[in-house]
């Protein structure tokens, strides 16, 4: 069994610009720069077959490139019992469409369908719930937040692993978003 989602990687500039915001907010578990990305489509754990059904499936997405940008901050939960940290993705339908057929590959490859609503987000920060401050405040201090556009040319499948720091990443495999779906 192999552990994987679907994402879009946040650009080390963008990430970078990120990094000031990793401050004033008790008990959070900053994510690592280079682990920031876009859930796509989370997979879980899968058989290395079906893994291997999936690739397939998403070499064939298609699409042409985009341009996104985060805009504003979020949690997941309300502001006592916040589990998590979001930076939010400026409104974009090239992105929707793209999650989208993420989606519709994922079934082809033999997934059930996806157990959440699809919301584009950059997880920063895990909370452990009762042990900081709320997240109220940050997200007060923080809501403006606009990164400059970045383009998005590809996405990739990623692996995903436990460790005694929190979950790590690893590409498996990319996928050019070269015009043709």
Known sequence: ??????A????????AGLARRRRGLAGARWRPLE???????????????????????????GGG?????????????DD?????????????SALSRLAARCESAARRAGLKAGARAWRPH???????????????A??????LLESPPFRVAAFGLYSSWRTAEGSAYRLERAYPLARKA
Not at 65 to 77: A, T
Not at 80 to 89: E, F, H, P
């Open 8 to 15: 879009v990687p946040v650009p080390p500039d963008i990430a």
């Open 122 to 136: 950059v997880t920063l920060a895990y909370l452990d719930r009762g042990q900081g401050a709320p997240a109220g």
């Open 35 to 61: 682990s920031l990305h876009i859930t796509l489509r989370f997979v879980g754990d899968v058989a290395e077959n079906r893994a291997d059904d999936l690739d397939t499936e998403l070499g064939r997405v």
């Open 1 to 6: 069994m192999i552990r994987l989602f679907v």
């Open 80 to 92: 006592a019992g916040a589990r998590a940290v979001w930076a939010g993705i400026e409104a974009n």
């Open 138 to 143: 940050w997200i007060q201090a923080h809501n």
């Open 65 to 77: 490139p985009l341009e996104l940008s985060l805009r504003g901050v979020g949690s997941f939960g």
